[in-house]
Nanobody
Framework: QVQLVESGGGLVQAGGSLKLSCAAS????????LGWYRQAPGKERELVAR????????YYQDSVKGRFTISRDNAKNTVYLQMNSLKPEDTAVYYCAAATSMIQITNPNYWGQGTQVTVSS
């Protein structure tokens, strides 16, 4: 069956870095666009970064531009989110998602279970 399994979350001080990973299985990874969402307590889930199936094109939410980098390794069926210069407002549960196109990533076909990121001030 389809699985998206996130890892790499944790507690970090403001200004620090974390790298999230999402390992996929059960579908043809290289044919799907991928995204990272986050949901903070009391807030709606928001899309922070996405990447095309070939990894050539990426888009970022304005609040993370220049600090976060999304990448993928199609040979390893894994997508990453490198997060630098973290701020307390980045605290959230982070989810990876897969969709058949970059447009469709706003309504993904598949979701991971999430990993907690907590940034202390």
């Amino acid at each position: 069956q389809v699985q998206l399994v996130e890892s790499g979350g944790g507690l970090v001080q403001a200004g620090g870095s974390l790298k999230l990973s999402c390992a996929a299985s059960g579908f043809t990874f290289g044919r799907y666009a991928l995204g990272w969402y986050r949901q903070a307590p009391g807030k709606e889930r928001e899309l922070v970064a996405r990447i095309t199936n070939g990894g050539i094109t990426t888009y970022y939410q304005d609040s993370v531009k220049g600090r976060f980098t999304i990448s993928r390794d199609n040979a390893k069926n894994t997508v990453y989110l490198q997060m630098n210069s973290l701020k307390p407002e980045d605290t959230a549960v982070y989810y990876c998602a897969a969709a058949t196109s970059m447009i469709q990533i706003t309504n993904p076909n598949y979701w991971g279970q999430g990993t907690q990121v907590t940034v202390s001030s």
